[in-house]
């Protein structure tokens, strides 16, 4: 079925500094996503993106974060600075429509510390 | 609060028996997605649903928008089918996908 890929699958950094998660999406798919989950925690919305806008963000979605997909390429989601709580496995997906079937990637494991 | 609600939080079957997995809101839902975690961590998709029932093989799930739930029946289950199964549910104010605390499965021999 459509493949949904994270780059990098682990990612480890010390607070305060940048980083950026890079998701690549199912080609022809328009609306994206990003969920993070703690370790033991349920996986949670962070934010939708289509048309190169944000549609809808939760309250985890803190000022330090964004998003942005230049010109087709990988969709990213960018921490700046990061925090010891930014630390969880984050989960791109990806849908054709905005009420369609979400297709995950593998998530990438970030760790703050 | 929390919007959906899944049971069991584990189950254990034995190859060839089956049951059913359930996840109920506490808000009227428009559509509901079931995943499975494989072992390597990579949600799978099994089925989506804005109504009705859909069967796919050995798994077969519903949603009862009106009466708040959703249910993933397996049957005949086999030792590929371990791992953790997720229910997230679409409210129908809002766009976002809520979801379930997962519930952990392992089939033995």
């Known amino acids: 079925g459509p493949k949904v890929l994270q780059i990098p699958s682990h990612q480890i950094i010390d607070m305060g500094q940048m980083v950026t ?3 690549d999406p199912v080609s022809n798919h328009l609306y994206f996503y990003w969920y993070k989950q703690i370790l ?11 048309n190169g806008k944000v549609m809808e963000k939760s309250k985890l979605f803190k000022d ?23 630390s969880a496995v984050y989960f791109c997906a990806s ?3 905005g009420r369609d079937t979400q297709y995950f990637g593998p998530g990438t494991r970030l760790l703050v510390l | ?32 997605q079931w995943f499975r975690k494989n072992s390597r961590g990579s949600l799978i998709n ?16 519903a949603f009862d928008s ?15 089918d371990s791992g953790t199964y997720f229910c997230a549910a679409e409210p129908n104010s809002g766009t976002y996908q809520r ?11």
């Open chain 1, 40 to 50: 033991g925690q349920q996986m949670e919305f962070l934010v939708n993106f289509y």
């Open chain 2, 46 to 61: 099994l089925f989506y649903l804005a109504s009705g029932t859909k069967e796919n093989g050995r798994l077969k799930s």
């Open chain 1, 21 to 23: 998660l890079n998701c």
């Open chain 1, 64 to 86: 330090q974060f964004s998003v942005e997909r230049p010109d087709g390429s990988y969709f990213t989601l960018k921490i700046q600075p990061t925090a010891l709580e930014d």
């Open chain 2, 66 to 80: 009106k009466e708040r739930y959703s249910t993933l029946h397996i049957r005949d289950a086999q030792l590929e």
């Open chain 2, 1 to 32: 609060g929390d919007q959906v609600e899944q049971s069991p939080s584990a189950l254990s079957l034995h190859e060839g028996t089956g049951s059913a997995l359930r996840c109920n809101f506490t808000t009227t839902m428009r559509a509901v």
């Open chain 1, 95 to 97: 849908s054709l429509e």
């Open chain 2, 99 to 109: 979801f379930g605390t997962g519930t952990k499965l392992q089939v033995v021999p």
